[in-house]
């Protein structure tokens, strides 16, 4: 009776630590992981309103990137300096992922990173030619970072829809006329 109940143990024991080593080992490393958040909530309500936080929060992230873009932009002008401005050089200056700042650009402004540089390089040479209507179209062009004027006519025309030339001799125009309806 005595080796019949040992048996009975030594068996247990075996096929408990069979089952502890592959049975729960196997089940617990193929089952996938849960994000946090729906781990966190047990109720599909619970899991929706997590993930609805989870999204404003990455979309706040996003906005505060692009509005640093902007200032970075804006203060800095390093669109100017006429060579070739990349996703990961500006991320690096803005202490940020280069795919945040690339989501940041097309969410807010429709553009990616190159027509976003472009559209800058573009309000610039406007400004700058409504302050001089007496520059040329190359001097605008390498004023406002363009290394050629092809690329600055093609940019041009995406963004404002006519070639530069024309634009330029509307813009003489509209301030000649200005200039005459002051004088009488």
Sequence with gaps: M????I???VVFIAVS????LYGRGRASLSVRKKPVLKRRFRTRACRTCAARIEYELNQTAIRKV???LERYFDTSRPYLEGRKLTVEEVSKILYTNKAYLAKAIRLYSGLNFCQYVNRHKIDYAVEAFKKNPQMRITELAQMSGFN???SFNISFRAFKNMSPGDWCRQ??????FRKTETAD
């Design 2 to 5: 005595e080796w019949y109940f």
């Design 7 to 9: 048996l009975t143990i």
């Design 17 to 20: 630590g069979i089952w502890a």
């Design 66 to 68: 692009y509005e640093r």
């Design 148 to 150: 050629s004027v092809t």
């Design 171 to 176: 813009c003489r125009n509209e301030l000649m």
